[in-house]
Each structure stands twice: as structure tokens, then as C-alpha cells.
């Protein structure tokens, strides 16, 4: 379980350090003040893979063209200030002291590189720990490079290539990261990667857990089901009424079970989820951390999420207060002298008092 980060030169933050993450974290703060970019800076420490800067430049919406005109500023949003100069550091430290850093700098000038990737064979790749991806262009412009480090061990380099022809040149298929899942507040899962994931889990006796979340929306739902004729689709069931495919539910349904399915298939993992009262009406929040609380108990899952809402906060409170030393919330705020963006940590009977006395704990 990370307990702390530390991030310097990433997107808004020349520098930022976090301290005390429980099992369940909810972030808080003005718009533009970095929830966002800390659960990136999160996920790109779990996962510093290749296809986890490919699906935050697309949860980004960051545009194709822009990088086949540009492809020497295809990095620049990562680094504070676009300062592609200073490498971008982000360091956390493990519930056994142990240490992860993830170190990211960019080469403008990779010749020498792309020489020596052509002459190695597929084999010596994967021994070697060094993954590259191309974009299918031969005038290669610019090379971003993962390094990781556990306790001062190098543990492997990654290597993300842009061409002149840009990044990513083909459709988007969102990767599938073991252990850790970013949830963006505003993408739709595809109905046949949510099937998938909901058969995995009444493969493992657990759709009961999603009927309940799915309930937490609407109680009306009695039964969960899914098929495959044609594209594999979850069908929901509503008492007295027909089965009724997922999509036609709505956003909030769909982006429950987005969540809750990636609770309940993976176990022992990180989960990020931005905006975690989108969709969610104030009177189901409670049930909904409820169920959220327990599962990620159970299973063993660290939770990031980052909210606007005073009664989503509210209920992260009420249902928090049940599991002892669980949970935490951060405020990310900017200090008045220095202008830079720290966080103040707050157990909850510190945020209910600062609630209860009308505290400021959440950003319009």
C-alpha cells in the first residue's frame, strides 16, 4: 500500500509531497489545482509502462494531428511548466518503508538510439527489460524514457517513441494494466470490455456485489445477466419489467459498474478514480461508499479519488467513521507566500469538525 508520494516537475507541480494515504483516500480542491495530475502522478508510479502515458494522453484528449505537425512537443504536457529540461521525478514510499521511484526525461536527439533498437532482435528486447513503441514513422524526433528504481535497484528502463508522423496512429485500445486502474470522470467502457469484466466476476461467485452497487443507483434492479448475441452486452432487469441492456441505464450506471467491477476482479491492486460523485445522486452516496468501504477491505484494494461534492464528502465521512483508521482526505490547496500546491491531510473526525463548522473542504 503507497503511504507517500513525492513528485517533482509533473504538469502543475514543481513540487509536491503527500504523506499518510490510508486504504481509502478522498482528494479534494479547487478546479485546476492538480486532483487530476496527483492520480495520474499515482498511476504513472503503479504502472510506468508504455501504455500508461498512451491512455492519459487519450484520457487527456490530447489530439493525433497535434503530434504528427509537432512532434518534439508531444511530452511537453507532462512537465511543469512544459519543462522538458529537468526530469520529472515521482517517488512513494511503501507501507514497508521500501521505496519506488519512477524517473521520466525526454531525448530530443535519439539516432544512436533508434540504431541500436534496430539491431536488436525481439528476444534481446524482452530480456533486456526495453520496450519501445513506434509509431510507424522512419523519422523518429523524439524519445521519452521510464526509468524505475526499488530501493536504489534498477529494476528496468521503458522506452515511449514519438515519430514525425506522430503518436498513436491507430485506434486507441485501452490497455489492460494489472495493478493499477485509472477511472477518468468522463469515458464510457465499451459494452463488450464490461461484459467481460462481469463474467469474470460470477466466474468468481461475485455478481452479487455488483447487483448491490447497481442497486446503490436504483433499487428497483433485481437482476443482472449478460449475452452474447452480437456484441456481448450486460442486461439489467428491473422488477416487473423486461431485461433492458447497461447502456440504456445511463452514464452513472455505466460508470458504477466500471468501478465496481474493477474492485471485485482485482484484488491486491490501486484504483484511481476521478470525480467519483459523477452520475451518483446525494441520497445513494452513503450506500454507495458502504459498499465501496467493504470491498476494498476485503480485497485489498488502495482507493484514490478525487470529488467536488460536499455530500459525496459527507458520505465518505458517515460511512468511513464505521471502519477505524481505514480512510483519510486530502485538501489540495496553494500556499499564500509561495504560491505552490501543497495538501493538508485530514482524519475524519478532523474533516467532520471542519465540516460542522462550516470549513472550507472542497473547490467550485
Not at 508531444?74 to 529540461?85: A, E, G, S
Amino acid at each position: 500500500m503507497i503511504k507517500n508520494i513525492e513528485i517533482k516537475n509533473f504538469r502543475c507541480f514543481d513540487y509536491l509531497k503527500v504523506s499518510g494515504f490510508e486504504k481509502i483516500n478522498l482528494i479534494s480542491g479547487k478546479n485546476n489545482i492538480g486532483k487530476t495530475a496527483l492520480l495520474e502522478a499515482l498511476f504513472i508510479n503503479s504502472s510506468p509502462r508504455p501504455e500508461t502515458i498512451i491512455l492519459l494522453r487519450h484520457i487527456r484528449r490530447e489530439q493525433l494531428s497535434y503530434s504528427k505537425s509537432l512532434p518534439e512537443r508531444t511530452w511537453n504536457n507532462f512537465f511543469f511548466h512544459q519543462d522538458k529540461n529537468s526530469n520529472l521525478v515521482i517517488e512513494t514510499t511503501l507501507e514497508n518503508q521500501s521505496s519506488k521511484i519512477v524517473e521520466i526525461c525526454v531525448d530530443e536527439s535519439v539516432e544512436d538510439f533508434l540504431e541500436e533498437t534496430d539491431e536488436q532482435d525481439s528476444e534481446d528486447e524482452i530480456k533486456d527489460n526495453i520496450i519501445s513503441l513506434f509509431s510507424g514513422g522512419e523519422s523518429v524526433r523524439s524519445v521519452m524514457h521510464l526509468k524505475t528504481r526499488i530501493n536504489q535497484g534498477e529494476a528496468f528502463k521503458t522506452s515511449i517513441i514519438s515519430s514525425a508522423k506522430g503518436l498513436l496512429a491507430k485506434d486507441i485500445k485501452i490497455p489492460d494494466i494489472k495493478n493499477a486502474f485509472f477511472i477518468p470522470s468522463f469515458l464510457r467502457v465499451s459494452s463488450k470490455d464490461l461484459t467481460i469484466e462481469f463474467d469474470k466476476a460470477r466466474l468468481n461467485e461475485r455478481d452479487d456485489e455488483v447487483l448491490r452497487a447497481f442497486q446503490a443507483i436504483d433499487s428497483s434492479i433485481v437482476e443482472v445477466e449478460s449475452f452474447s448475441i452480437g456484441e456481448p452486452t450486460v442486461y439489467l432487469k428491473r422488477k416487473g419489467e423486461g431485461r433492458l441492456p447497461l447502456s440504456l441505464f445511463g452514464d452513472a450506471i455505466n460508470r458504477i459498474a466500471d468501478i465496481i467491477l474493477r474492485l471485485v476482479n482485482n484484488e491486491n491492486s490501486i484504483l484511481l478514480i476521478d470525480e467519483i460523485e459523477n452520475g451518483i445522486h446525494h441520497s445513494n452516496q452513503v450506500y454507495f461508499w458502504t459498499i465501496i468501504y467493504k470491498l476494498a477491505n476485503d480485497l485489498n484494494v488502495q482507493i484514490f479519488a478525487t470529488t467536488h461534492s460536499l455530500e459525496m464528502t459527507k458520505a465518505f465521512i458517515k460511512t468511513g467513521l464505521e471502519y477505524q483508521n481505514t480512510s483519510a482526505h486530502f485538501e489540495l490547496t496553494r500556499q499564500f507566500k509561495t504560491d505552490r500546491i501543497v495538501a493538508i491531510r485530514r482524519d475524519l473526525d478532523t474533516l467532520d469538525y471542519g465540516i460542522s463548522h462550516n470549513k472550507e473542504v472542497r473547490g467550485e
